[in-house]
């Protein structure tokens, strides 16, 4: 009886604990969407977080991720990894699901430094096939145009150095301790 008395006991010290212990969860503030994992098995799991989430996060915030997510997505059509709006954004949820927030900033500036840096190598051999043309054979008059578009190229140049700076700015500040 001695055995039964004290396993008896022990299950309503265990049952009174597990009882205590559900209330504090209850009753305990939601987690931290900036720590906690992205819910996004689905699309509509992710617009549903992204809703609760969107909640605790400053304005500055909020529009930081979602230009991260729209980077995402982008990478996503560009790399041809899925099509169509709904697989688009199933890949997306693939992606991030059960990713940190800081993870998923990472992940897109991360994306962007990489986009960046081969699109900057591309506008630079536009460039030297431009000064080609601009310093070969022909009339300074049949150059304008090539003139023209050095200027656009050069533009395009300098917008995109500067993108491909804040894009490691910010990844530095995401990866330090």
């Known amino acids: 009886m001695k055995t039964f008395r004290a396993t008896a006991t022990t299950l309503r010290l265990f049952l009174i604990a597990a009882t205590a212990g559900l209330f504090f969860a209850a009753c305990s503030p939601p987690s931290d969407p900036r720590t906690a ?3 996004a098995a689905t699309p509509d799991d992710f617009a549903a977080w992204k809703n609760a989430a969107c909640e605790k996060l400053t304005s500055a915030e909020r529009v930081e991720f979602d230009q991260c997510i729209n980077q995402i997505r982008l990478r996503i059509s560009m790399n041809n990894e899925a099509s169509g709006d709904a697989a688009v954004a199933q890949a997306l949820c693939d992606r991030i699901n059960a990713k940190t927030i800081h993870e998923v900033l990472v992940m897109a ?7 960046v840096t081969k699109e900057l190598a591309r506008q630079r051999e536009t460039l030297a096939r431009a000064d080609a043309v601009l310093n070969g054979p022909g009339s300074e008059e049949s150059k304008t145009g090539a003139r023209a578009f050095r200027v656009a190229v050069v533009d395009a140049i300098d917008k995109l150095e500067a993108r491909l700076a804040k894009a490691k700015a910010r990844l530095d500040e995401l990866q330090k301790p």
Do not use: G, H, K
Request: glycine share 0%; charged share 20%.
């Open 37 to 39: 994992p992205i819910t």
């Open 109 to 115: 500036y991360t994306s962007e430094a990489e986009w």
